[in-house]
């Protein structure tokens, strides 16, 4: 079944997930649940428990790794941040298993997700006021850790020179700037990979805040770019590398 969560004037605030909502407003809630139209006959039944959350309040600066306990059940923490101007940014979730994020800002909801889950998480944020919120996924406890890493920063990789990124911890994710003119063609040519089961992988986020490619970081990967300016090119391990170290070794061949 699916349900969704509506304010007393009517909007709809979460469904069909786990969700931590604040409340905007006192009054009465409503919590639709209704049933699968593929399912007409079949009787179900369905639990939900709403709980009183604990919060804790905290504030980040981007690329600042957080640790805390999610502890007792149903605890959430908070970290408030604000952009000057609009920015690229990569969430990097350092910790695996049961562990909720939630992003909101100006324009709301900007992502839900598990640190667990595997993939890349790259936004381009306006400037404002955000909330990142962690909390656990069903009735559990826990440590985590992340970081949300500034895709502006850094100094652009030069061309040719062989470059050797650690990856502490093995899980974790790099950004590297690329500045490329419209037009211009480059490979990301790989050399040696140590500390590694599974090889880390690689993705290039445009000006535009757009992934553009991404790719096993053992194999060649040859980019024209279509947008002048400074790309992110960004290395990260699979959560399985969590509790190792590992570095990469590559080079940015122009032309």
């Known amino acids: 079944p699916g349900w969704i969560l509506l304010s007393p004037a009517g909007f709809e ?3 069909n997930h786990l969700s931590v909502t604040e409340a905007p407003v006192t009054g009465p809630y409503d919590l639709m649940i209704g049933g699968n139209l593929g399912q007409p006959v079949v009787p179900a039944v369905a ?4 709980s009183n959350v604990p919060i804790s309040n905290g504030t980040l600066t981007l690329g600042q790794t957080i640790s805390g306990e999610i502890s007792p059940v149903g605890d959430v923490d908070r970290f408030a941040f ?13 910790t ?3 562990r909720q994020f939630l992003l909101t800002g100006p324009t709301g909801e900007v992502v839900n997700d598990n640190f667990g889950a595997d993939r890349w998480w790259t936004y381009l944020l306006p400037a404002g006021d955000y909330t990142f919120q962690v909390f656990a996924n069903q ?8 970081r949300i890493v500034d ?12 470059q050797t990124v650690p990856l502490a911890p093995g899980n974790s994710t790099v950004s ?20 590694f089961t599974q090889n880390p992988w690689w993705t290039m986020v445009d000006p535009a805040g757009r992934r553009v490619w991404e790719a096993d970081s053992s194999q060649p990967y040859t980019f024209k770019a279509i947008l ?27 032309g």
């Open 228 to 254: 002048p300016g400074r790309h992110a090119l960004l290395l990260g391990g699979w959560m399985s590398h969590f509790n190792t170290n590992g570095t990469v070794q590559f080079s940015v061949v122009n």
């Open 96 to 98: 695996p298993g049961n």
């Open 47 to 50: 639990t939900v428990r709403v």
């Open 139 to 146: 009735a559990t406890t826990g440590n985590y850790s992340f």
């Open 82 to 94: 604000t952009l000057d101007r609009p920015r690229r940014i990569s969430i990097d979730g350092l």
């Open 13 to 15: 605030l979460s469904f």
């Open 151 to 162: 895709l502006e920063e850094g100094s652009p990789v030069p061309f040719g020179v062989t």
């Open 176 to 195: 590297m700037p690329v500045v490329l003119a419209q037009g211009q063609t480059v490979t990301f040519q790989p050399i040696a990979r140590t500390g």
